[in-house]
């Protein structure tokens, strides 16, 4: 019976379509196909979820910036070789509040005897503070203890990211209870990692709450929500499980990734549950309408999720790799949606068909007639508003403040990092550690270096072997525990503090004197490593990224659009309003006076435009369809009214999405993204509907020529003349060979009878 079906369907389509184009014909068979191996195609997408469950749990998630790094950046090669010689050590910066000179000296060698605790410096270094205070002058040691508070920097035995660190850390907190403030590297990255697991949870199910919520406002049955939650988690799931592949991830992929997939793609599944229904009105059986169905939303699915593929593989180019770690796993997700959708959401969709009639409700979307008449009616004011904030908006957009490094991540405001911070800089200002790495071949020298460092006025301390060994004691006289932290073969290494933060304008100044002075005594195989320098080299790799990530972001966005709609002029018209929404979302914050995490500043440009230039090619396509049996007011009016559903559905889902992020996430990278992403939005949502109808009637001669055919032949006529030409050439050249010839036949003739004669 399901045969006869089928064949009756294909002899129908046969007689509906005189030969069927190519796409028709693919698209039909794999409507088929579908049908004949649901069963399989179900099981395959339980067996990859449960495998997902599993893959997932090993999936490594990196929270230090200076991993993504390009391996040519001097603070990465001058890493990488600490490592090797030294190891990495971790740090940390802690604050004892209301202590006495003598038990802070306990609290810090009972610090000292953690496990895991390299070394802690302070005061008791340099000074006896046993002497009793009236022989020690208190001036002297203001840097480490003052007002009853006293302030330790602390260098752990292994990495900020450890395991052994971060179990350090706890016992220190449990050790100093209440009296405790903490800050530094081990700190952050502890603290971000137990904020961005807490704070993700909460953003997925707000999140789901929300668009759960406009689903419902927007579908036609209560069960078509769960319908869309269901297919687009199983998408989520198989992109998440498949990140083993990966490895490790970083901490923004890893938890930004879910929402913005579930966000960008819940289009696909709209589409193809509309054409279903639109079928099913038509009098078909479920089986028929699907076919129907998938025949319809094929190309619309494939259109939106390769722009949206496109402007997220953007990001793969970028130096600074986590574009690449974030870009590939963006990607991935979409093509995962768009597998899940065509695949295994119409097996979906036959299950709940009933159940969607037994729920159906009244539509709560009004038909948009008022609103379509007025975007209509003032269509050349809303050309002109956007003609004259362009160039504002473009030249803000370029005059932001940013942040660069990890500190701008784990200690941003609203987090306990942040405040005790602010409160340990109050007391006993900044302390920033830098590391400088150099030969081990002279003590002269090695001492000259360390001296001219301890009298830099923004210099806290410097700690080497020359400067610790009293003069004339072998360095064989220490343990080996002692002398190996900072000699270690022909390799060296010095710990020096400064005073500043660890990202600001006099960081990187005092940084660079310091790598003056070091190449001055080690012209070679020296290197200054530490928070500071990592900061300015990811700031020089990913502001030179930002140019060719937009670059190929447009290309290759334009490049799907023009073979979308076969036109080279129509993907300008379309991207316009979503460029210019761009130019303002980024002009913002410089508005404002706040200050972007950079990182975010250039993902989202690609995210923007990847996921709502699909609003613009909506309304597009409508005013195109609409256009061959109506005058250019009429189809604009009915092209807003056909589109302004999906894309106040898909844009609002969106909005929603990233204004969570925004209000839940006190991670500074996190919060800013999903605001940008969200604001951004809202901005393509408004000048979709607003400019770019004013641009449709404009440009309507344009858009409804025969472009692509006019440009084909063009090619055509330029072929066909440049082959007359060759041949042309070809006689001539030929022609003129021939009675060259000839003449030199002729030539060697009278020579001949000359010779004869």
């Avoid at 963006?330 to 979906?348: D, H, Q």
Wanted: aromatic content about 10%; overall charge negative.
């Amino acid at each position: 019976m399901e045969k006869k079906l089928i064949l009756g369907h294909k002899k129908k389509e046969k007689d509906r379509r005189p030969e069927g184009t190519q796409k028709e014909k693919v698209s039909i068979r794999l409507a088929r196909f579908i049908f004949r191996r649901k069963s399989w195609i179900e099981g395959i997408f339980v067996i990859g979820c449960i495998l997902s469950l599993i893959t997932m749990l090993f999936v490594n998630v990196n929270y230090d910036l200076t991993e993504y790094l390009p391996k040519e950046a001097a603070s990465r090669i001058g890493l990488d070789q600490m490592k090797e010689d030294f190891g990495y050590p971790g740090t940390a910066r802690i604050m004892i509040k209301d202590v006495s000179l003598y038990e802070a000296k306990q609290y810090k060698d009972k610090i000292e005897a953690i496990d895991g605790v390299d070394q802690v410096l302070w005061c008791d270094t340099t000074t006896n503070i046993y002497a009793g205070q009236d022989f020690i002058n208190m001036d002297d040691i203001d840097d480490y203890y003052k007002d009853n508070c006293a302030v330790m920097d602390i260098t752990f035995d292994e990495g900020d990211t450890s395991k052994l660190t971060s179990a350090a850390v706890d016992e220190i907190k449990d050790l100093l209870g209440d009296k405790g403030y903490y800050t530094g590297m081990a700190v952050q990255n502890k603290s971000l990692k137990e904020n961005i697991e807490s704070e993700m949870q909460l953003i997925l199910l707000v999140a789901v709450i929300m668009i759960f919520a406009v689903l419902c406002i927007t579908t036609t049955a209560w069960s078509e929500p769960f319908l869309f939650l269901i297919v687009m988690g199983v998408a989520i799931l198989l992109n998440r499980g498949t990140n083993i592949f990966l490895g490790t991830v970083s901490f923004l992929t890893n938890n930004v990734a879910m929402v913005l997939q579930l966000a960008t793609s819940m289009d696909y599944s709209i589409f193809l549950l509309d054409a279903f229904t639109r079928e099913r009105q038509k009098g078909l059986n479920n089986e028929e309408a699907m076919t129907n169905a998938i025949d319809a939303a094929i190309n619309s699915i494939f259109a939106s999720s390769l722009t949206t593929v496109v402007g997220f593989l953007a990001l793969v180019c970028m130096k600074f790799s986590i574009g690449f770690d974030m870009g590939l796993v963006l990607a991935k997700g979409i093509i995962f949606s768009l597998l899940t959708v065509v695949f295994f959401m119409p097996a979906m969709i036959l299950k709940f068909a009933d159940w969607n009639e037994k729920t159906a409700h009244r539509p709560f979307l009004p038909p948009f007639n008022r609103l379509s008449r007025g975007i209509y009616r003032f269509r050349y004011a809303a050309l002109i508003v956007m003609v004259l904030i362009v160039p504002p908006a473009y030249v803000a957009q370029g005059m932001n403040d940013y942040l660069y490094g990890n500190s701008a991540v784990g200690a941003s405001e609203g987090t306990q990092v942040y405040d005790d911070d602010i409160e340990i800089t109050r007391i006993f200002g900044r302390s920033n550690m830098l590391l400088v790495l150099y030969p081990n071949d002279s003590p002269v020298t090695e001492k000259a270096m360390s001296d001219e460092l301890e009298d830099l006025p923004f210099v806290k301390s410097v700690t080497s072997m020359a400067n610790t060994l009293p003069e004339g004691i072998p360095e064989d006289f220490l343990p080996y525990s002692v002398t190996s932290q900072l000699h270690r073969g022909d390799k060296s290494r010095m710990p020096v503090y400064i005073r500043t933060k660890t990202e600001s304008t006099e960081a990187f100044r005092d940084t660079d004197t310091i790598r003056e002075i070091v190449q001055k005594y080690y012209p070679q195989n020296s290197f200054v490593v530490g928070e500071t320098p990592s900061t300015q080299d990811i700031k020089t790799f990913i502001t030179a990224d930002n140019a060719h990530v937009n670059v190929l972001s447009l290309l290759g966005v334009f490049l799907v659009v023009m073979f979308s709609f076969r036109s080279v002029l129509v993907p300008v018209i379309v991207m316009i309003p979503i460029q210019v929404a761009i130019f303002l979302n980024m002009a913002v914050p410089y508005l404002t006076g706040s200050t972007m995490v950079y990182m975010g500043y250039i993902i989202v440009s690609s995210i923007q435009l990847g996921a709502t230039v699909d609003y613009s090619i909506l309304l597009t396509n409508n005013y195109m369809a609409c256009r061959k049996e109506m005058k250019k007011k009429e189809a604009c009016l009915q092209a807003v009214k056909m589109s302004c559903g999906s894309i106040f559905t898909s844009g609002t889902i969106l909005i929603l999405a990233g204004y969570i992020i925004h209000f839940i996430s006190n991670t500074a990278a996190i919060g800013d993204l999903g605001h940008l992403i969200g604001r951004g939005a809202l901005f393509s949502v408004i000048l979709v509907l607003t400019v770019l109808p004013a641009l449709l009637v404009l440009f309507d001669r344009i858009i409804t020529s025969n472009e692509w055919e006019d440009f084909k032949k063009l090619l055509a006529r330029f072929h066909k003349k440049g082959k007359n030409a060759v041949k042309t050439g070809a006689k001539a050249f030929g022609k003129a060979n021939l009675a060259a010839v000839r003449q030199e036949t002729n030539g060697m003739g009278t020579e001949v009878k000359t010779d004869e004669d």
